[in-house]
């Protein structure tokens, strides 16, 4: 199996080529020039400028206020730091509330330097915007699981999936988000048994986070992976890489070969 990381710049089709290949892709967020170009220069295949932004930058305890108008801002950040990784963008809270709403913050992160837009969810109306994206050229990443725009309904932060109803609803997202036209799928807390089951049965790439080791990639937050003190409750899924990496570079770098070596996540990071 090929698991060097490419020297072209990541592109959308790349992604399916890469799971393909067996290579697996190793994702982390930035919110900056200076850290997406350490991630870029490192080995990072895709950059996510995550509405996490809203709890690690802005120090909000949601995402939820964050708007368009910060993504954007920090989206075109990020673009003037990154040569080879493809940029992916978080649609905030509501921005894909309606087709019409999604296709216009979906044009603005792309012009501002985005090669793919992700959305929360499977509902009707998110599926909806969806297809309205992907018949638009703008290349969709849909994110499943613990949704972190969903903490109202959710009652918290909570590992999803774990009934079978709810693991069968999951599975039946998935394949749903694929068909609408989403080329990614970002699985977020579900048990590593029903990540491995979706990413057999999906047509798209996987990308886990605390979804176990059997995803087509991995993602963290980058504060997470840099042991920074969000705050918040320390996730069993977050590795601190910098405690090994010795250095920002040395964090980005160890984190990249553990992920596509298959030893991270690890048994101590993954949920039942
Ligand atoms: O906003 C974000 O950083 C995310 C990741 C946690 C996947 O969506």
């Known amino acids: 199996m090929d698991r060097a990381a490419p020297d072209k710049p990541m592109t959308v089709p790349a992604l399916a080529e890469a799971r393909r290949a067996g290579r697996r892709l190793a994702m982390l967020t930035a919110y900056d020039a200076g850290f997406a170009r350490v991630l870029d220069a490192n080995g990072t295949d895709i950059v996510l400028v995550g509405d996490s932004l809203g709890m690690v930058v802005q120090g909000h305890a949601s995402t939820l206020p964050v708007a368009v108008e910060d993504m954007v801002y920090h989206v075109s950040a990020v673009a003037r730091g990154l040569r080879r990784a493809l940029l992916l963008a978080d649609l905030p809270f509501q921005a894909d509330a309606t087709p ?46 613990l949704t972190p725009q969903s903490v109202l ?25 694929a068909e609408a036209g989403a080329t990614l799928l970002v699985l977020e807390c579900v048990p590593s048994a029903l990540a491995e089951q979706i990413t057999r049965d999906s047509a798209v790439p996987t990308i886990g986070i605390g979804a176990g080791p059997h995803c087509d990639g991995q993602v963290l937050v980058l504060h997470d992976m840099l042991g920074l003190d969000s705050g ?13 990496g010795g250095s920002v570079a040395g964090a980005v770098r160890a984190y990249v070969s553990a992920v596509r070596e298959g030893s991270f996540p690890g048994p101590g990071h993954a949920y039942d």
Do not use: N, S, W
């Open 100 to 145: 019409e709403r999604a296709l216009d913050a979906a044009t603005r992160l792309l012009q501002a330097g985005a090669g793919m837009v992700k959305l929360e969810g499977a509902g009707p109306h998110k599926l909806a915007a969806i297809r309205f994206l992907a018949a638009r050229e703008i290349p969709v990443c849909a994110h499943l699981g």
């Open 153 to 177: 309904r959710f009652g918290g932060y909570r590992v999803q999936g774990r009934e079978a109803d709810a693991a069968a609803q999951l599975r039946a997202d998935a394949l749903a988000v």
């Open 232 to 244: 918040h409750r320390r996730p069993k899924f977050v590795k601190d890489f910098l405690e090994d």
